[in-house]
C-alpha cells in the first residue's frame, strides 16, 4: 500500500474487516490482537445471549470459523469484586455443569454479587462463599443440608427462606404431574398455588388449606406410612 487513508471494505471470509487505501486501492487486513480478542468475546457473549444460530448472526462466516475463534472465551474467568454491600436479602444455588463442576451462586438485587466453584455442594464450599458476603437479613435456599449446615455457622443471625419453586419441584417429583388419587389431586392443586401467594393474609390462607387438607385426609396418610 502507498500509505494513503484507507476506509473499511468489507470483510474477509475469516471475519476480519477488510480495510482499502482511498488512494492506491489496494486492501489488508489490520492485525490487533487485544481489539479482537475482544471483539471474538462480545460475539460470544452476543450469540449467547440470542436465539439464532452461530451462522445466523456470523453473516459472512461459517459457524465453524466462529467455534475456532471463540475456542478461548471459554476459559476466560470472571472476577468479581466485593463491594462490603449488605443486602435485604440473598439468593443461593448452586448449578451442575459438564465434567464435574459445580458453580454456588450467590444473587442479589437481580445480579450476581458473587461465585464459587466445587465439585460438589457441601458445607465447607459454602462457608467459602459465604464468608465474602455481608450476613444479608433473610436468605433464600433450596434446602439442601450442606447449605443449612454452612448458614448455622456463617450467618447465625440470618432468616431462612425455603425456595418456593424448589419446593414445587420435590412435591411434583413425589406426586407426579398427574396424580391418580383424591388427596394427591387436591395436593397437587395447592402446590400450584404456593407460587401464587402475593400477601400476607393469601399466606395464612393458604397455611389453613394445607391444615386442612392434613386433617381431611390424615387416615390415608396414616396408611401411607405403614406401608413404608
Excluded at 182 to 193: E, H, R
Aim: net charge positive.
Amino acid at each position: 500500500m502507498c500509505g494513503g487513508k484507507t476506509k473499511k471494505n468489507g470483510t474477509t471470509s475469516a471475519g476480519k474487516i477488510r480495510y482499502r487505501c482511498r488512494d492506491c486501492g489496494a486492501s489488508r487486513t489490520i492485525s490487533r490482537p487485544v481489539s479482537q480478542r475482544r471483539y471474538q468475546l462480545e460475539a460470544l457473549v452476543q450469540w449467547l445471549c440470542s436465539n439464532q444460530t452461530q451462522a445466523q448472526l456470523r453473516v459472512g462466516q461459517s459457524a465453524r470459523t466462529f467455534r475456532a475463534q471463540t475456542a478461548w472465551c471459554w476459559n476466560v474467568q470472571p472476577v468479581i469484586e466485593p463491594t462490603g454491600e449488605i443486602f435485604a436479602e440473598v439468593q443461593l444455588d448452586g448449578i451442575y455443569l459438564q465434567h464435574g463442576h459445580c458453580c454456588l451462586i450467590a444473587y442479589a438485587n437481580g445480579y450476581v454479587v458473587d461465585f464459587q466453584w466445587c465439585t460438589t455442594e457441601n458445607a465447607t464450599a459454602w462457608r467459602v462463599l459465604l464468608q465474602r458476603i455481608p450476613a444479608p437479613a433473610v436468605v433464600v435456599i433450596d434446602g439442601g443440608s450442606g447449605l443449612a449446615k454452612a448458614l448455622r455457622t456463617t450467618w447465625p443471625d440470618t432468616k431462612i427462606q425455603r425456595c418456593l419453586v424448589h419446593i414445587q419441584r420435590n412435591v411434583r417429583r413425589y406426586l407426579t404431574l398427574r396424580p391418580r388419587t383424591t388427596p394427591g389431586k387436591q395436593l397437587a392443586k395447592l402446590n400450584y398455588a404456593l407460587t401464587k401467594i402475593q400477601t400476607l393474609d393469601e399466606a395464612a390462607q393458604w397455611m389453613t388449606a394445607l391444615a386442612a387438607w392434613h386433617s381431611e385426609h390424615q387416615g390415608f396418610l396414616n396408611q401411607k406410612n405403614l406401608c413404608h
